[in-house]
C-alpha cells in the first residue's frame, strides 16, 4: 500500500522539530478518522523530537493511540536498568538494520517492556499510562575492542527506547517494535518529495511556498495512487518511478470518425499496466452499495 500523506505544515524560520506539532497531529488523526471511518484504529508513530506532552496528548484526544521514541534522559535509562535479564526477548530482524552510529548491519536483538508513566513530572493531569518498549543491539565497538584484547567486563548493548499506549493484546512487545519501527517510511516520503517538487521551493514569500507544498503533497498522492491503480510492483514505485514509465510517454492522438484514438509506442514494455490503468480510469467498476 503506498503512503498517502494527510497533512502537511510549511513552518517560517529557524525552528524545532516539535514546534506546531499539537496541531499537525491532531488534524493527521481527524482526517485519518474521516478517512477511514470513527471505529478504526489509529496508531501514530512519531520520532523523539516530538516525545512531548502537545503531540501526544493531540493524539490521544482524537483517540489514537501512540507509539514515539523517548530520548535517553536519567528517568528513561533508570526504567532500561530495572529490567530482569529474563525479561528480554530475542527476535531477528527479517532484513537487517543499519546501525548509523557502528556503520554496520545489524540482524540480531532483543526486546523488553516495562510499564511507564509518561510526563510523570508534569502535573497529574498530563500523565499518560503506557508501556516503555526498549529493542537492545549488540555494541559492535565492544567487540572490536575484545578483538585488540581491550575486553570488557561485561555484556555492551545499545539501547532503543520508545512509549507506546497500543493495547497490549493487539500488539505484544514484539510486535509492537516491529509496528513501530515502521515509522521511518516518512523517511522516503521525505526524499520522494525533495527529488521532485520540493527540491526547490519557487519564491522568498512564505505564503507562495506554502501553497507550492499543498501542491506539491496533491500531486504525490495522485502519482502514488497512478502507481496503485495498475495493479503492479508499480504500486511500491516513487513518483519519479511512475513519472518516467505511465506519464512520461511518447504518444500521438489521432481522431478517426469522431473518436480520439491514442498512438502509444510499440513494443512498450509498461503496455499492461497502461492499459489496465486506463480501464480503470474511464470505466470505473460500479460503486459498491
Same mark, same amino acid.
Given at each position: 500500500?503506498?503512503?498517502?500523506?494527510?497533512?502537511?505544515?510549511?513552518?517560517?524560520?529557524?525552528?524545532?522539530?516539535?514546534?506546531?506539532?499539537?496541531?499537525?497531529?491532531?488534524?493527521?488523526?481527524?482526517?485519518?478518522?474521516?478517512?477511514?471511518?470513527?471505529?478504526?484504529?489509529?496508531?501514530?508513530?512519531?520520532?523523539?523530537?516530538?516525545?512531548?506532552?502537545?503531540?501526544?496528548?493531540?493524539?490521544? !484526544?482524537?483517540?489514537?493511540?501512540?507509539?514515539?521514541?523517548?530520548?535517553?534522559?536519567?528517568?528513561?535509562? *533508570?526504567?532500561?536498568?530495572?529490567?530482569?535479564?529474563?525479561? $528480554?526477548?530475542?527476535? =531477528?530482524?527479517?532484513?537487517?538494520?543499519?546501525?548509523?552510529?557502528?556503520?554496520? $548491519?545489524?540482524?540480531?536483538?532483543?526486546?523488553? =517492556?516495562?510499564?511507564?508513566?509518561?510526563?510523570?513530572?508534569?502535573?497529574?493531569?498530563?500523565?499518560?499510562?503506557?508501556?516503555?518498549?526498549?529493542?537492545?543491539?549488540?555494541?559492535?565497538? @565492544?567487540?572490536?575492542? +575484545?578483538?585488540?584484547?581491550?575486553?570488557?567486563?561485561?555484556?555492551?548493548?545499545?539501547?532503543?527506547?520508545?512509549?507506546?499506549?497500543?493495547?497490549?493484546?493487539?500488539?505484544?512487545?514484539?510486535?509492537?517494535?516491529?509496528?513501530?519501527?515502521?515509522? *521511518?517510511?516518512?523517511?522516503?516520503?521525505?526524499?520522494?518529495?525533495?527529488?521532485?517538487?520540493? !527540491?526547490?521551493?519557487?519564491?522568498?514569500?512564505?505564503? @507562495?511556498? @506554502?501553497? $507550492?507544498?499543498?501542491?506539491?503533497?496533491?500531486?504525490?498522492?495522485?502519482?502514488?495512487?497512478?502507481?496503485?491503480?495498475?495493479?503492479?510492483?508499480?504500486?511500491?514505485?516513487?513518483?519519479?518511478?511512475?513519472?518516467?514509465?505511465?506519464?512520461?510517454?511518447?504518444? +500521438?492522438? @489521432?481522431?478517426?470518425?469522431?473518436?480520439?484514438?491514442?498512438?502509444?509506442?510499440?513494443?512498450?514494455? $509498461?503496455?499492461?499496466?497502461?492499459?489496465?490503468?486506463?480501464?480503470?480510469?474511464?470505466?470505473?467498476?460500479?460503486?459498491?452499495?
Amino acid at each position: 500500500m503506498a503512503p498517502v500523506i494527510v497533512a502537511q505544515r510549511l513552518r517560517k524560520g529557524a525552528c524545532n522539530s516539535s514546534r506546531g506539532a499539537r496541531r499537525l497531529v491532531g488534524d493527521v488523526v481527524k482526517t485519518a478518522r474521516r478517512l477511514l471511518g470513527p471505529s478504526s484504529r489509529l496508531l501514530v508513530r512519531m520520532e523523539s523530537a516530538y516525545y512531548g506532552r502537545g503531540a501526544v496528548h493531540a493524539a490521544l !484526544a482524537g483517540g489514537a493511540a501512540v507509539s514515539v521514541t523517548v530520548r535517553m534522559d536519567s528517568w528513561i535509562r *533508570a526504567a532500561i536498568s530495572s529490567l530482569a535479564e529474563e525479561s $528480554w526477548t530475542p527476535i =531477528e530482524h527479517p532484513h537487517a538494520v543499519f546501525d548509523e552510529d557502528t556503520g554496520a $548491519w545489524v540482524s540480531a536483538a532483543e526486546v523488553a =517492556e516495562i510499564g511507564l508513566t509518561a510526563f510523570a513530572a508534569q502535573r497529574r493531569a498530563d500523565h499518560v499510562q503506557g508501556r516503555l518498549v526498549v529493542r537492545r543491539i549488540p555494541d559492535l565497538n @565492544a567487540e572490536a575492542h +575484545r578483538a585488540t584484547g581491550q575486553d570488557t567486563l561485561f555484556d555492551t548493548w545499545r539501547f532503543h527506547a520508545f512509549f507506546t499506549t497500543a493495547d497490549p493484546e493487539l500488539l505484544d512487545t514484539v510486535a509492537a517494535d516491529k509496528t513501530h519501527r515502521g515509522h *521511518a517510511v516518512i523517511e522516503q516520503v521525505h526524499a520522494d518529495l525533495k527529488g521532485s517538487a520540493l !527540491a526547490h521551493l519557487p519564491s522568498g514569500v512564505f505564503t @507562495a511556498n @506554502a501553497a $507550492w507544498l499543498v501542491l506539491a503533497v496533491i500531486t504525490f498522492n495522485l502519482t502514488r495512487a497512478v502507481g496503485v491503480l495498475t495493479g503492479t510492483d508499480l504500486a511500491r514505485a516513487t513518483t519519479a518511478t511512475v513519472r518516467r514509465k505511465l506519464i512520461h510517454v511518447p504518444a +500521438r492522438a @489521432a481522431s478517426r470518425r469522431r473518436r480520439l484514438i491514442l498512438h502509444l509506442p510499440h513494443p512498450w514494455p $509498461w503496455q499492461t499496466p497502461w492499459s489496465h490503468l486506463f480501464d480503470r480510469l474511464a470505466d470505473p467498476p460500479p460503486a459498491v452499495s
